[in-house]
């Protein structure tokens, strides 16, 4: 680096400026490239025009992806630390995702942009990068817990073990005792608030041949909610292999798997035994209370299945719901 400054007449200082591209080319110091190194004048003005723009529509590119980012959020929530500077927010973020630069970001999150567009109505304010983020968090949070390897048939046997979690009232109580049952086979429950700009309720994916995520917001904070989201994302890992992504936002396009997925969490949690006692109660709390009672599960998944099939009303029942509440 010092003879190629002393070709062109600069210091060290201002030669190490130069070839991190924080010096301008000027006429002057274009002409000493021409002597030193050969090319016209107007060949290295030209180069150093064509570096300015890209620098600026990378910038650009920067400003762009990180408005679409939740950042007051991941910065709440304990995601992402704040930034010492404005100008080391983009690098912060890039770090919170473990890429390099935006573009590689765009790459490796090709899949889950692809899941968010085919399963989001194009009325839903949600907003991809968010999801992303929401995502990433769950990966970070997944790869802390120790699972055993992938076992679908032991997956499948716990499910009978869990569903009686669905009665117990804290959840102090009940996601350590779910998160550690579905971890004997392989799969890591990770339970991650929803930033703004996420309408994910729920996604599942395979982190490695041995290892599933499967991801949950309790974004409406309520039992049935939340367990029937739970069974909904399980019915995915056992119904549709290990390549895809599945992604559950509310007013989503419904298509085959999401209906299998649906299926399933409804068998689940009420068996065909008694489905069609299901179907003939009313809005009569106490028959829903007993009749949760014998299925084993909370009244409020009953409340939210005699919701979903038009037998109460949307606003009647919902006091049978357990609500829940983030700590901040």
Same mark, same amino acid.
């Given at each position: 680096?010092?003879?190629?400054?002393?070709?062109?007449?600069?210091?060290?200082?201002?030669?190490?400026?130069?070839?991190?591209g924080r010096a301008a080319i000027t006429i002057a110091l274009a002409?000493?490239?021409? =002597? &030193?190194?050969?090319? @016209?004048?107007?060949?290295?003005?030209?180069?150093?025009?064509?570096?300015?723009?890209?620098?600026?529509?990378?910038? *650009?590119?920067?400003?762009?992806?990180?408005?679409?980012?939740?950042?007051?959020?991941?910065?709440?929530? +304990?995601?992402?630390?704040?930034?010492?500077?404005?100008?080391?927010?983009?690098?912060?973020?890039?770090?919170?995702?473990?890429?390099? @630069?935006?573009?590689?970001?765009?790459?490796?999150?090709?899949?889950?942009? *692809?899941?968010?567009?085919?399963?989001? @109505?194009?009325? $839903?304010?949600?907003?991809?990068?968010?999801? &992303?983020?929401?995502?990433?968090?769950?990966?970070?949070?997944?790869? &802390?817990?120790?699972?055993?390897?992938?076992?679908?048939?032991?997956?499948?046997?716990?499910?009978?073990?869990?569903?009686?979690?669905?009665?117990?009232?804290?959840?102090?109580?009940?996601?350590?005792?779910?998160?550690?049952?579905?971890?004997?086979s392989g799969v890591a429950v990770a339970i991650v608030r929803a930033?703004?700009?996420? =309408?994910?309720?729920?996604?599942?994916?395979?982190?490695?041949?041995?290892?599933?995520?499967?991801?949950?917001?309790?974004?409406? $904070?309520?039992?049935?909610?939340?367990?029937?989201?739970?069974?909904?994302?399980?019915?995915?890992?056992?119904?549709?292999?290990?390549?895809?992504?599945?992604?559950?936002? @509310?007013?989503?396009?419904?298509?085959?798997?999401?209906?299998?997925?649906?299926?399933?969490?409804?068998?689940?949690?009420?068996?065909?035994?008694?489905? +069609?006692?299901?179907? *003939?109660?009313?809005?009569?709390? =106490?028959?829903?209370?007993?009749?949760?009672?014998?299925?084993?599960?909370?009244? +409020?998944?009953?409340?939210?299945?005699?919701?979903?099939?038009?037998?109460?009303?949307?606003?009647?029942?919902?006091?049978?719901?357990?609500?829940?509440?983030?700590?901040?």
């Amino acid at each position: 680096m010092s003879e190629f400054g002393r070709l062109i007449g600069r210091t060290p200082e201002r030669t190490k400026e130069l070839l991190q591209g924080r010096a301008a080319i000027t006429i002057a110091l274009a002409r000493q490239l021409e =002597r &030193a190194l050969g090319g @016209s004048v107007e060949f290295w003005m030209s180069r150093d025009f064509q570096f300015r723009s890209d620098v600026a529509k990378l910038r *650009k590119a920067e400003i762009n992806w990180i408005s679409e980012l939740p950042v007051g959020d991941m910065i709440r929530f +304990g995601w992402l630390k704040p930034a010492p500077h404005p100008s080391e927010e983009v690098a912060a973020c890039l770090g919170f995702f473990g890429v390099p @630069s935006v573009r590689a970001w765009y790459k490796a999150y090709a899949e889950l942009q *692809k899941a968010i567009a085919f399963r989001t @109505s194009p009325s $839903l304010d949600s907003r991809p990068a968010a999801v &992303a983020a929401w995502f990433r968090q769950g990966e970070i949070e997944a790869t &802390a817990i120790k699972c055993g390897p992938w076992d679908a048939r032991r997956f499948q046997e716990s499910l009978s073990e869990i569903r009686p979690l669905t009665r117990k009232k804290n959840p102090n109580q009940f996601v350590p005792a779910l998160q550690n049952c579905c971890a004997q086979s392989g799969v890591a429950v990770a339970i991650v608030r929803a930033p703004s700009g996420c =309408r994910a309720s729920g996604a599942t994916r395979f982190l490695s041949e041995e290892k599933a995520l499967l991801l949950l917001s309790f974004r409406f $904070l309520t039992d049935d909610h939340f367990w029937f989201t739970f069974f909904h994302e399980a019915g995915h890992l056992l119904l549709h292999g290990k390549r895809a992504i599945f992604l559950e936002v @509310s007013d989503q396009r419904s298509d085959v798997k999401e209906r299998e997925a649906n299926d399933f969490a409804a068998r689940i949690l009420v068996p065909r035994e008694f489905q +069609g006692t299901l179907l *003939k109660l009313g809005p009569n709390g =106490r028959e829903v209370i007993r009749f949760a009672r014998r299925v084993g599960v909370s009244p +409020g998944i009953i409340v939210g299945q005699l919701q979903h099939f038009g037998r109460v009303r949307h606003n009647q029942l919902n006091g049978l719901k357990r609500r829940f509440t983030w700590e901040e």
